[in-house]
């Protein structure tokens, strides 16, 4: 039973904040694909929508079983003590502001977490990392994000062993839309994949119960939902130790 009451896990997944259109508005809106909510109802879980509004406090993440850190913006370099790249896109301070203390709560609570691109730089810079501004400086190609608007296709090597080769094995292919990646680790943190180019492309937090993140997009992949599967079983096994104390 999850710790919410239920057999079936609450999986918060942060939203973007921005001037969305629907019906007949044309407003500023909480938005998600949907792609990250389908995974989470077919691995097994219910998905919470987190917008990046008000300030989150531990009664609300004690509520969730498990955390899913999206895709977005790039992160305001000056987290990680950069001044803005030519190529940093346009920054989204609010939604910086409550996610860096969403993961923060997760991680004291010990709430399986799987950051998702973005979630991935994010957990990286929140434990002391940083980044690469603009990986076509350092890798010399477009591979990692070869049109706006469209995903690219990398070969990504895992490390034995690692939580993620168990999940989805030491070689896979994956859809990626990035232009940022880790450059030096968070503390903690080891690099458990990596792009044919050496970018980063997997991370994972050893000491925590399940701190995974990877710089791709596997909500992208409908039929390979199993990074949500680890996400969602280590919810219920972490909910499973929680009522045998």
């Not at 044309?26 to 389908?38: E, G, I, K, N, Q």
């Not at 076509?136 to 591979?143: F, I, L, Q, R, W």
């Amino acid at each position: 039973m999850a710790s919410n009451g239920s057999s079936v896990p609450l999986i918060g997944v942060t939203t973007y904040l921005e001037q969305a259109r629907f019906g007949l508005w044309d407003r500023p809106s909480a938005v998600l694909m949907r792609s990250y909510l389908d995974c989470v109802v077919t691995a097994g879980g219910m998905p919470v929508m987190l917008p990046p509004v008000g300030r989150w406090l531990p009664e609300h993440v004690s509520r969730l079983d498990g955390l899913v850190l999206s895709g977005g913006a790039d992160i305001d370099p000056s987290r990680y003590g950069q001044a803005p790249h030519a190529a940093t896109g346009t920054l989204r301070l609010e939604r910086d502001t409550s996610e860096f203390g969403l993961f923060h709560l997760a991680l004291e609570a010990d709430i399986p977490v799987l950051g998702v691109c973005r979630g991935m730089q994010l957990i990286n810079i929140a434990l002391g990392g940083t980044l690469h501004q603009h990986v076509p400086d350092v890798a010399g190609s477009t591979t990692h994000n070869p049109t706006p608007g469209v995903f690219g296709s990398n070969e990504i090597k895992l490390a034995p062993g690692s939580v993620v080769a168990g999940l989805v094995g030491e070689h896979t292919t994956v859809h990626c839309h990035h232009h940022q990646a880790i450059d030096q680790l968070g503390s903690g943190l080891s690099a458990v994949g990596w792009a044919q180019d050496g970018t980063v492309e997997a991370v994972e937090l050893p000491e925590a119960g399940f701190v995974t993140g990877v710089q791709w997009h596997p909500e992208e992949n409908s039929t390979d939902v199993r990074l949500f599967q680890g996400l969602v079983q280590a919810a219920i096994q972490k909910s499973a130790q929680g009522k045998s104390q």
